[in-house]
Nanobody
Framework: QVQLVESGGGSVQAGGSLRPSCAAS????????LGWIRQAPGKGREGVAV???????TYADSVKGRFTISKDNAKNTLYLQMDSLTPEDTAMYYC?????????????????WGQGTQVTVSS
């Protein structure tokens, strides 16, 4: 069983930056993909970024060049550096984990989820 706890969301103005993090209770360093998924009000879940055990990454087109996913294996912690934020990035951001190495962004493939951290970007 994996438990995930996000933190580091908040409110910023357009153009600003945030760096949410996600602490995992179990060892998710080998054989797991870790990802960030967001859900804006009135919209479905959207895969934002995924990283696997080899350090491979993938990003949604909407965040490429602005967001960077990374992990600290020693701390079992996942990060999402978000730069050049726009109001369209406003959403609840969830950390999620699944077994395997595929870098698909499909939200339904994730097995474990955190409670989410809110990100609000004002114009």
């Amino acid at each position: 069983q994996v438990q995930l706890v996000e933190s580091g969301g908040g409110s910023v103005q357009a153009g600003g930056s945030l760096r949410p993090s996600c602490a995992a209770s179990g060892n998710v360093n080998s054989g797991f993909c870790l990802g960030w998924i967001r859900q804006a009000p009135g919209k479905g879940r959207e895969g934002v970024a995924v990283i696997n055990s080899f350090g491979g990454t993938t990003y949604a087109d909407s965040v490429k060049g602005r967001f960077t996913i990374s992990k600290d294996n020693a701390k079992n912690t996942l990060y999402l550096q978000m730069d050049s934020l726009t109001p369209e990035d406003t959403a609840m951001y969830y950390c999620a984990v699944r077994q395997g190495y595929s870098l698909t962004l499909l939200p339904n493939n994730f097995e474990y989820w955190g409670q989410g951290t809110q990100v609000t970007v004002s114009s």
